[in-house]
């Protein structure tokens, strides 16, 4: 008897961050619960260079599944880094006006309806960014300002269907606008009890009395799987009965990754005391960029005066410079940007340091920044 494994689905993790455009240092680990249905549909999951491999073990035809699955089946598994700090450094994570903050959860969901089998041509999965990541029961107290005298506690699952928080001493279902009132701190209690519904996101909502307004709104993957404390998300992979995918052929998805780019800032430091910071007038120029790099040329301004005001480090001075447009990451570094000195027109380096690839990113209102220390 011939064992036969067929493809149900293929994924990619593309980053334009790497010189070959493919995700590195990663790992996308299937979580319990979705071990658990491989193994019921007699289901091989297998890492591959861009990502992972999903088969089923099918009859002689190739196609047929020796067990199937009947849909809706999510997939998911744990999506991992072995180098988190460079993740963060150089991957753009924000989804509009959202950005991901430390205790975010990152989400990568296919669209049923989208799904290609052509591999050239694969569904790109693009990023969204949860409120984190919690057991199917839990106990949080949340404070509003104002207190309000009552309020609507509200879960819906994936679909956005409404489903009750749990059951109350009787071993009844809440209902599913379940009221809530305020302790002697005026703080609300929320219980969640979810076990038996499957591991995905769920919506948590706190409306006001009349039902007319959200006061406090989260999205959370719940699972209780223990390996979620190491990872940064999920990857969820869903077969819905229409259209229905499920063994209708190979299917082909790509999470797309993109680079973060920042402004660079070159803070000069005066530490040996041989530049006048006063009279050296120094200057950074791009000298442009050998054959099949990906970046362009970039101009930098001095910020404040020489030696900076505000700015000294180890009380030595400082003179600092800013790039005036974000300079994206690359693998690759940036070359041929000289720290200049315009009195016999000497080039103190020729070749600056790159922001690190692993380093912290500056916030500063409407930009991110990347600080780079010289010392001259």
């Not at 010189?19 to 249905?37: N, S």
């Not at 447009?325 to 009195?343: G, M, Q, S, T």
């Not at 690190?356 to 001259?376: D, L, N, Q, T, W």
């Amino acid at each position: 008897m011939n064992i036969i494994y067929s493809r149900l689905f293929e994924v990619s993790v593309l980053h334009d961050y790497f010189r070959e455009g493919i995700a590195k240092e990663f790992k996308l680990i299937p979580t319990q619960e979705t071990r658990e249905i491989l193994k019921k549909g007699r289901m091989l999951w297998r890492e591959t260079p861009q990502g992972i491999l999903v088969l089923y073990r099918a009859e002689d035809d190739l196609s047929t599944p020796e067990v199937a699955l009947n849909p809706p089946v999510d997939f998911c598994f744990f999506f991992q880094s072995t180098n988190s700090p460079q993740f963060f450094a150089v991957t753009q994570l924000s989804k509009g006006p959202r950005t991901y903050h430390s205790g975010d959860f990152l989400a990568f969901q296919n669209l049923p309806a989208n799904a290609s089998s052509d591999p050239d041509l694969p569904e790109k999965i693009v990023l969204d960014v949860w409120d984190g990541a919690r057991p199917k029961t839990f106990l949080t107290r949340i404070t509003l300002n104002p207190v309000p005298a009552k309020v609507i506690f509200l879960v819906k699952d994936a679909s956005g269907t409404k489903i009750s928080s749990g059951l109350d001493e009787s071993g009844q279902p809440f209902p599913l606008d379940r009221e809530l009132s305020p302790d002697d701190k005026g703080e609300f209690l929320i219980s969640l009890d979810l076990k038996g519904k499957p591991e995905g996101n769920y919506i948590l909502t706190l409306r006001n009395e009349a039902n007319t307004l959200d006061l406090w709104k989260k999205e959370y993957f719940l699972t209780q799987d223990p390996e979620v404390k190491s990872a940064l998300g999920v990857l969820k992979i869903s077969y819905r009965p229409v259209p229905d995918h499920l063994y209708g052929g190979r299917d082909y998805y790509a999470i797309d990754l993109k680079r973060k780019a920042t402004k660079w800032t070159y803070i000069i430091v005066s530490q040996n005391k041989k530049v006048d910071l006063g009279t050296a007038q120094l200057s950074i120029l791009d000298k442009g960029n050998p054959p099949g790099s990906p970046y362009t040329t970039y101009n930098f301004q001095q910020i404040g005066a020489a030696p900076n005001a505000d700015v000294k480090i180890n009380n030595a001075e400082t003179v600092i410079f800013k790039s005036q447009v974000p300079i994206p990451f690359f693998e690759n570094p940036k070359l041929n940007l000289e720290l200049r000195r315009k009195p016999g027109n000497r080039v103190l380096f020729g070749h600056l340091p790159n922001p690190s690839r692993s380093g912290a990113i500056k916030v500063s209102p409407g930009e991110e920044i990347s600080e780079i220390y010289v010392f001259i």
